[in-house]
């Protein structure tokens, strides 16, 4: 990781025939990249080229203010275990603060919204303790499940890190989240809270979650109640834009490439889709694996299809300012299990974990609609997203105002990796074929480790540290530049 005292410097360019580094893609991935370079140009002299086909910088990382919202279309949460993303945050003078201890949440089940909460009131607790004996949704099963899968985790918490992945390879069997589950009679904890966590946090179903990113996700996510998460005063936002102004400079955005060019299977530069012919000595390939594997069509067949294998789930989020809460005093969220006559799958209420995310007495709620629910709405204008989807939270929400401050729709066809069982291995074993198979090539991205914001901003930090030392030693193993 860089220090503190490293951050980039504008002031010497290097010399124009000084070895180059291109990134593709400026998502989290890419702009770690990119900072790193930056913060490394001092030593290495190297050029530093972004290429962003969209006209925004920051991917999934998507941040906008709207009416003095700080309203966010993706990544929302920064988890303590994120050391490399709190890092950068605080090389980037982004101030951190911790969300709430108190957590609370309301599950929908018959009818009506059973209340859930951590570290709240004495009647809270009474709350909770009524849902867990009472709510159609909770079992003693269940219950008991869960105990049993919270001693399997905690057994094994030390390997389940966002941070370094690698400890946890051997839990990647192969398996499906719900095939784990099966396995270790896990059923009735899985119907009565894991599957809506999952739905949550990575829209999408345990079927489709593999089992090592599934205890990953349930462990430091919900199912330890130590667990805690970060963010910006402003949101998420704030670290995005400060990623983006520094690495401003070097980012190109409205240039899509097409082609990521191997000669004699080293990687020698790109071709933008306007045809331009971009020489570097080496790549950066920070997108997702789909298009990863689009624009790489002479890597070898079978490392090609490890990036075909990576799968994603889709959701659609819409962001609503408001003038009032609409959720239950002291509830962040209302979750519709699977099977609700609902086509929601969570509403939550963002300005009660960032505060300055809405301006004072104002509140900032998103709605999420996952999988098929989702591309059905991707096809509809935002007026319309945004019309059926208020519609939809006024028969759960009795205040939700039939004409918001403002709604926002952010439409994500590829959302959360999710990382389906065997991934982690095989990724890492394509990454590590790749030195041979194709020099001066790096993958940056969240598929290539635990998917996360963390996953995919030490991967941009990583490949950068991997593609200095790859020009250093092509330069004769002199100091690059010298
Ligand atoms: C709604 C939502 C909520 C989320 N919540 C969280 C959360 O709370 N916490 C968390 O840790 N993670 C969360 N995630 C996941 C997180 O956002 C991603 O894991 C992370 O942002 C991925 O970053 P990336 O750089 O790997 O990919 P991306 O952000 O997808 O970046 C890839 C970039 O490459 C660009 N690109 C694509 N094709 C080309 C091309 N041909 N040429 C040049 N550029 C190209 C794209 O435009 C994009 O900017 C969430 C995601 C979504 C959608």
Known sequence: ?????????????????????????????????????????????????????????????????????HVYGGASVIH??????????????????????KKGGQGYANGRFWGLYVGGSFRQTLTTLRTMLFSPQHSLGG????????????????????????????LDTG????????????????????????????AASSEQVGAAYGMALLWLWTVNPATRSYLPRQGIGALAKALADACAGFIRT????ERIVLEDGRARGVVTASGESIRADAVICATTASTAARIMPQLPGELRAVLDRVSYSACCNIAFGLDANILAEGSHAGLFPPGSPTFLTMVTNLAATTPDAAPSGKTLVHALVIGQQAQALFALSDDE????????????????????RFAKVYRWPEAICLSPGGMLNAVHELRARLHECAPGLFLAGDYTR?????????????????SLSYVASAAGGAKVGS
Not at 80 to 101: H, M, Q
Not at 254 to 257: A, I, N
Not at 453 to 458: E, P, Q, R, V
Request: proline share 6%; charged share 30%; hydrophobic share 40%.
């Open 1 to 69: 990781m860089v220090g503190p005292d490293t951050r980039p410097t504008r002031n010497q360019e290097p010399r124009p025939n000084a070895p180059s580094v291109l990134v593709v893609g400026a998502g989290a991935a890419g702009l770690a990249a990119a900072w790193t370079l930056a913060a490394r140009r001092q030593d290495s002299n190297c050029r530093i080229q972004v290429l962003e086909a969209s006209d925004r910088i920051g991917g999934r990382m998507f941040c906008e203010e709207v009416d003095g919202f």
């Open 80 to 101: 303590e275990s994120f050391a490399t993303t709190r890092a950068l945050a605080r090389e980037l003078d982004v101030e951190l603060r911790p969300g709430p201890r």
């Open 143 to 170: 219950n008991l499940e869960f105990m049993r899968l919270f001693s399997m985790l905690r057994k094994r918490s030390e390997d389940l890190d966002f941070e370094d992945h690698s400890r946890m390879l051997d």
């Open 175 to 202: 398996q499906s989240f719900a095939e784990f589950a099966r396995a270790n009679s896990l059923g009735r904890y899985l119907r009565q809270a894991g599957e809506l966590d999952l739905n949550c946090f990575a």
């Open 254 to 257: 409205s240039t899509p490439v």
């Open 385 to 404: 997203v945004a019309r059926r989807v208020v519609a939809e939270m006024r028969r759960f929400f009795p205040a939700m105002p039939e004409r918001p």
């Open 450 to 466: 635990l998917p996360s914001l963390n996953g995919a901003m030490k991967s941009g930090v990583e490949a950068t540290e991997a």
